[in-house]
């Protein structure tokens, strides 16, 4: 199983680009990179998901360099609402073995 | 939109007693999971099933049990609960595809505590 390993917090203000890097040194070849998000009192919500180079979608952006070894969450502008614990995952659906990390707690600040 | 109901948000349970925490999925999503939420280790998962009637176990099966009779619904059972199996579980489903990587759809969790 590929482990993640991901800050364990993180701070930003209101309007800024959050960056969130995960490291997955042992990716296997047919793994995904997917990232959630989790609020107080509420189950992990699915954000994006990636296998290689960038991807983005209405609320973030997933850059993964060739090796894959690595990849980073790109939250544009974030606001307050947009404190919460971020996790980042590395695995297959045809496995079912995703192994969540410890995640990352964003604090973002007026 | 996908949704994963777990039957209770909070439980209170007695140590010895035999638990059962169950988990809803309406989308005819193929796999289901149970994970168990603790401060500072994150999401373990303890069970796993792709079908009716099939369980895999996940990182931490011990004291625990599964059941998948019907394809929208997995039970989590704690045989014998135990202080230390006080815990947030989630429960999580997602379609199989193995053309593709398909994500899980968490519910709310059930905060169980054991006394």
């Known amino acids: 199983l590929a482990k993640t390993t991901q800050p364990i917090s993180m701070d930003s203000y209101e309007g800024q680009e959050v960056n969130i890097t995960c490291s997955h040194n042992n990716i296997a070849t047919n793994d995904y990179i997917t990232w959630y998000q989790q609020f107080p009192s509420q189950g992990p919500r699915f954000i994006i998901q990636?296998?290689?180079t960038k991807v983005t979608n209405e609320v973030a952006s997933l850059f993964i360099p060739a090796d894959r070894k690595s990849s980073t969450l790109s939250l544009p502008r974030v606001s307050l609402s947009d404190t919460a614990v971020y996790y980042c995952l590395v695995g297959n659906n045809a496995g079912n073995m995703l192994t969540f990390g410890g995640g990352t707690r964003l604090m973002v600040k007026p | 939109d996908v949704k994963v109901t777990q039957s209770s948000r909070y439980l209170v349970k007695r140590t010895g007693e035999k638990v059962f925490l169950e988990c809803v999925q309406d989308m005819d999503h193929e796999n289901m999971f149970w994970y168990r939420q603790d401060p500072g280790l994150g999401l373990r998962l303890i069970y796993f099933?792709?079908?009716?009637?099939?369980?895999e176990k996940g990182d931490i099966p011990e004291g625990y049990s599964v059941s998948r009779e019907k394809k929208e619904r997995f039970s989590l059972i704690l045989e014998s609960a135990s202080t230390n199996q006080t815990s947030m579980y989630l429960c999580a489903s997602s379609l199989l595809d193995r053309a593709d990587n398909q994500p899980q759809h968490f519910g709310d969790g059930t905060r169980l505590s054991i006394l």
């Open positions: 990636g296998y290689k």
């Open positions: 099933s792709y079908d009716v009637k099939m369980k």
